[in-house]
């Protein structure tokens, strides 16, 4: 199983540039989240799915959007790109099902904007 | 307001001895989970161990184990035996329960550093 895949691995960004990281998940999970990691602060939410169709604001959401049209597939869009939005991005996802107990994550997306 | 606190930035440890990373939880509601991640130079978030919090015994994995303590609010991760692959930086994170509005978001704690020395 491929698990959870992010795309792209690495990218440079100018400032004022959009750009889209696509997070797929092959588990048939109903719950997907994007992360941002950041030197010093652990991770923290962007946004959330909790299913297709459905997003909600996690603790960091200005700045991005994120769209959920397929359930195995959840994007996140930077409109306009800032350098505070430089950042290791991490796609996961969950299976309620299995009593919360699991949290899978993608390899990430090296994001830098100069 | 929900908070994972890991006090040591860095740790040290020799090659073969046990090691004890701490996390302490802050949380006003009955029913959560605990998690321990992995996160190698390579960046990948790898899950290592799980404890709910009405767990009774103690959660181990391998060479994981959580030493859970559930009035102190503390939830620390032990690797016995350390090997030079444990070096890492190490992130607990703790998941409400909120019955069925559960959105399973986690939090995180700022992570600790393991270097494992030979």
């Known amino acids: 199983n491929a698990g959870v895949t992010q795309t792209p691995k690495f990218r440079v960004l100018k400032t004022g540039q959009s750009m889209t990281l696509l997070c797929a998940q092959d588990?048939?999970?109903?719950?997907m989240y994007w992360y941002r990691q950041d030197p010093g602060m652990g991770l923290r939410l962007i946004h959330y799915?909790?299913?297709?169709?459905?997003?909600a604001k996690g603790e960091v959401p200005d700045g991005y959007n994120v769209s959920r049209l397929k359930k195995q597939n959840f994007l996140l869009g930077l409109e306009s790109a800032a350098p505070s939005q430089t950042s290791v991005y991490f796609c996961?996802?969950?299976?309620?099902?299995?009593?919360?107990?699991?949290?899978?994550f993608g390899q990430g997306t090296r994001l830098t904007v100069v | 307001a929900q908070k994972i606190t890991q006090t040591q930035p860095g740790m040290f440890v020799q090659e073969k001895e046990a090691v004890t990373l701490d996390c302490t939880y802050d949380?006003?509601?009955?029913?959560?989970?605990l998690f321990w991640y992995k996160q190698p130079s390579s960046g990948e978030m790898i899950f290592l161990i799980y404890?709910?919090?009405?767990?009774?015994q103690n959660a181990t994995e391998g060479r994981y184990s959580l030493n859970f303590q559930k009035a102190r609010k503390s939830a620390n991760l032990v690797i016995s035996a350390s090997q030079l692959g444990d070096s890492a930086m190490y992130f607990c994170?703790?998941?409400?329960?909120?019955?069925?509005?559960?959105?399973?978001?986690?939090?995180f704690g700022q992570g600790t550093t393991l270097q494992v020395k030979p």
């Open positions: 996961a996802s969950t299976p309620p099902s299995k009593g919360w107990t699991e949290a899978f």
């Open positions: 588990m048939n999970h109903e719950y």
């Open positions: 799915s909790v299913g297709e169709g459905t997003t």
């Open positions: 949380t006003s509601d009955q029913s959560y989970g």
């Open positions: 404890q709910g919090s009405y767990d009774e």
């Open positions: 994170a703790m998941r409400e329960w909120a019955g069925s509005s559960n959105t399973g978001k986690l939090i």
